[in-house]
Antibody, heavy 120, light 108 residues
Framework: QVHLQQTGAGLLKPSETLSLTCAVN????????SYWIRQPPGKGLEWLAE???????TYNSSFGSRVSVSLDTSKNQLSLRLSPVTAADTAIYYC??????????????WGQGTLVTVSS | EIVLTQSPGTLSLSPGERATLSCRAS???????LAWYQQKPGQAPRLLIY???SRATDIPDRFSGRGAGTDFTLTINRLEPEDFVLYYC?????????FGGGTKVEIK
């Protein structure tokens, strides 16, 4: 059974860099679509970025060049970097993986979420 | 960019009743790429329905979806106590991924 496990710092100061990692157990990111999605406290879901089945990335234009994602297939790890952060970036961050290989499919697998708080 | 609008924002019902949640797209979309997720407090979203009407693994048959074009519906028959949580619709057929604003189903 596929399980996504997130790690990373939960408390940051403004202007610092958010770095999160998502490891997959019981499966592989290879060939699937992988995503980072966030949810501000009490609000809805917001897509940040994706890596598709051949490793190409697409980013939410709202974040400009602040966001980047990468996939280390040898370690089965997905990473997110967001810099610099502000208080508006306070949210629960989720990694997610598609249901099927090779094309767009629904988000079947989700990490447990990481609450990132940005405060001076 | 396609916008998904969910209504109502909050739905107040009693256990055993039927819930009907709406998701409207700002333009016609492919029914192949419309999904519904359930989110319980403190948890990640869980896939309920994909391709408008296909239930995900282990989802009870009291959950059903339908729709086409711009109008999609999630129906929950015979509401159970654990169903009184948040629901999101989503388009996943292209980038950017788009989510609706959510509907909260609460106990009346």
């Amino acid at each position: 059974q596929v399980h996504l496990q997130q790690t990373g710092a939960g408390l940051l100061k403004p202007s610092e860099t958010l770095s999160l990692t998502c490891a997959v157990n019981g499966g592989s990111f290879r060939g699937f679509y992988s995503y980072w999605i966030r949810q501000p406290p009490g609000k809805g879901l917001e897509w940040l970025a994706e890596i598709n089945h051949i490793g190409s990335t697409t980013y939410n234009s709202s974040f400009g060049s602040r966001v980047s994602v990468s996939l280390d297939t040898s370690k089965n790890q997905l990473s997110l970097r967001l810099s610099p952060v502000t208080a508006a970036d306070t949210a629960i961050y989720y990694c997610a993986m598609s249901q099927s290989r090779g094309s767009y499919s629904p988000l079947r697998h989700w990490g447990q979420g990481t609450l990132v708080t940005v405060s001076s | 960019e396609i916008v998904l609008t969910q209504s109502p924002g909050t739905l107040s019902l009693s256990p055993g009743e039927r819930a009907t949640l709406s998701c409207r797209a700002s333009q016609s979309v492919s029914a192949n790429y419309l999904a519904w997720y359930q989110q319980k407090p403190g948890q990640a979203p869980r896939l309920l329905i994909y391709g408008t009407s296909s239930r995900a693994t282990d989802i009870p048959d009291r959950f059903s979806g339908r729709g086409a074009g711009t109008d999609f519906t999630l129906t929950i028959n015979r509401l159970e106590p654990e169903d009184f949580v948040l629901y999101y619709c989503q388009l996943y057929g292209s980038s950017p991924l788009t989510f609706g604003g959510g509907t909260k189903v609460e106990i009346k």
